[in-house]
């Protein structure tokens, strides 16, 4: 790929993505976003300045401005990160789920359409749409041995896994009724550096350093597999440019943990890096009342990619998340400006202490 438009790029897994393909490839790189509150070009420090990187500040929801940017910037692949992606967000407030995630799926998607439909056959038969989800459109597993594979129906329990998965089902009827050459990931959780803190691991870490309770939902023996972003972002170029039109691929981390067993982790991986008054951390775990519908267990079945893409993962959980809590520790001006707000008030020009 000689351009490509990636939606999203100032979030957590875009940035990654970015921070990929301009540290170990030759394209150039158009990142589109809002810059809602998960969205900070800081997490792009070291690779903005480079000449193939170009930045659009636009909403998905603009069809108007989509138009523009396809004209201007020409790409031959898109790269759709865009999206509201907090669980208990969504569930407090689900509207703007809708508009991004499926409102705005559908703009982009016609006006790719209509680029797409403007090129000569080769460009056409090279252009590529790569949707990004995630693996709650599947719901959750109750045998403790069954995997989401490429086919497990749809079955989605919150209002952002809802609108994700409709905007998955969008993406499979361009490929269909229209022949867009789409290709969707579905990855299980992501973790690494740049996470906005209201995730679970940099939400543990930073109120760990600041003495502040460690709040697990329930026992906290909901399970999740975990996916170092830094593989993902490998995962996806290579989805982009080796995998076949119309295909689904699942990316998993093969690292199963319920979320007590990651905070324990956590607390043990932070006594022995940055112990402190409030060693050992584990006296902060709170538990508290569990969200509405929280799914129990997610387990990918990343076997297809292996299989025809020859993708694994580098990291192990143990190494992946030492080196996620070193960062944090190493990266504090960073962590402040998030927590603070000033990331926010210095791209808008409004004060505040």
Excluded at 254 to 271: F, M, P, S, T
Excluded at 336 to 346: A, I, K, L, N, T
């Amino acid at each position: 790929m000689r351009s490509v438009l990636i939606t999203g790029g100032a979030g957590f897994i875009g940035s990654a993505v970015i921070r990929h393909i301009i540290r170990n490839e030759t394209a150039t790189v158009v990142n589109l976003d809002k810059l809602t509150y998960a969205g900070n070009l800081e997490s792009l420090d070291g690779v903005d300045q480079d000449p193939r990187y170009h930045f659009e500040q636009v909403d998905i929801c603009d069809a108007a401005e989509l138009e523009r940017v396809f004209a201007e910037h020409r790409p031959d692949a898109i790269m759709h990160l865009a999206a509201e992606s907090h669980v208990d967000r969504s569930i407090d407030g689900p509207a703007d789920f809708i508009q991004t995630n499926i409102v705005g799926t559908y703009n982009l998607l016609e006006a790719a359409r209509a680029y797409w439909a403007s090129l000569d056959e080769a460009g056409q038969a090279a252009f590529r749409f790569h949707h990004v989800s995630t693996d709650e459109v599947y719901g959750d597993l109750e045998d403790p041995e069954e995997l989401f594979t490429e086919e497990t129906p749809y079955a989605p329990s919150s209002p952002y896994s809802a609108s994700k998965a409709s905007s998955d089902h969008l993406v499979r009827a361009w490929r269909r009724t229209y022949g867009m050459p789409t290709l969707i990931t579905n990855c299980s959780n992501n973790y690494g550096p740049y996470q906005f803190p209201e995730k679970l691991i940099p939400l543990m870490i930073l109120n760990a350093l600041e003495g502040k309770p460690l709040p697990v939902y329930g026992e906290g023996r909901q399970v999740r597999d975990w996916l170092h972003v830094e593989d993902h972002a490998r995962a996806l170029w290579q989805v982009l440019n080796e995998g076949l039109p119309g295909e689904t691929y699942n990316i998993g981390g093969h690292n199963e943990k319920q979320n007590i067993e990651v905070v324990h982790a956590l607390c043990g991986l932070l006594d022995e890096l940055a112990p402190s008054q409030h060693s050992p951390y584990r006296q902060l775990i709170t538990h508290v009342a569990d969200r509405p519908g929280h799914d129990l267990r997610y387990a990918i079945d990343a076997g297809r990619i292996q299989r025809d893409l020859g993708w694994t993962p580098d990291e192990t959980f143990e190494t992946g998340l030492r080196k996620t809590v070193q960062w944090y520790l190493d990266n504090s001006v960073w962590c402040q400006r998030v927590q603070d707000g000033s990331y926010q008030r210095e791209r808008l020009g409004v004060g505040g202490d």
